[in-house]
């Protein structure tokens, strides 16, 4: 089924932070009460069509802060050769030394290396040799369940964050401004020109809309780290209360309720 477009009408809620009363979360509920799910090796088509294998990790992972750098170069110092295809690329030259993960990128911010046009971390499907059991994908998602953790704690932000996105805005009330937290889905729009170039891609994608839950529910733990436990506590009330009243009307759609139209497809 093909890609929705993307200028469709969304439902949204504003709710005050409960861990900072002068500050607001203003959440997308068609996006977060949709059925998107990850289909990473399993039908997903990779955002470069000559890369279907390998997802949305051909141009590597641009950092959002030196911590986040700092985290990942940790969690990477965990891996071994047995989880990770490109352990030997990633060995300083000198004893010592950091690791070989990160580079400058185009826009000359740092983030993950390029090796054979995708990223370091990425494990190339079908790749084996002596002792290699990892799987195909990302290495640190594989440390993560390893170490049975979650990989918001071993991948770069965007890598865990995607494909919710945090933005912020500033509202005006007179002399007073307050910040709004804006969580969303990263949509292919958002990312500028950029998105315009990739071949497939997944949020507004019928394919990708096939979860067993929906976003709210399957990306807690993400939504937790971005938000705030109380906050995505007050998000879950609302999206509850949105999903029983979904199942009590026959009337899906607008006036009363905007549901992503790639679940409609996906569910029709």
Known sequence: MPEVHPNFAREWIEFIDPANPAELFKCDLTWLTSYWT???????????ADQPDNGCCTDGAYYSSEDDEARTLKAAARLTPAIWQFYEEAQPKKKGGALKISEIGLDKDRKTRKVDNSCI??????????GFVGNHGCALHQLALDEKIHFVETKPDVCWQLPIRRSFEIREFGDDKVSVTVIGEYERLAWGEGGVDFDWYCTSNTEAHVGREPVYLSNKVELVALMGAPAYKELARHCDNRMAALKSTRRKTLPLFVVHPATVQARS
């Open 121 to 130: 971390f990425l494990n190339r499907k079908g790749f084996s040799r002596d």
């Open 38 to 48: 990850c289909i990473f090796g399993n039908g997903c088509k990779g955002v470069e």
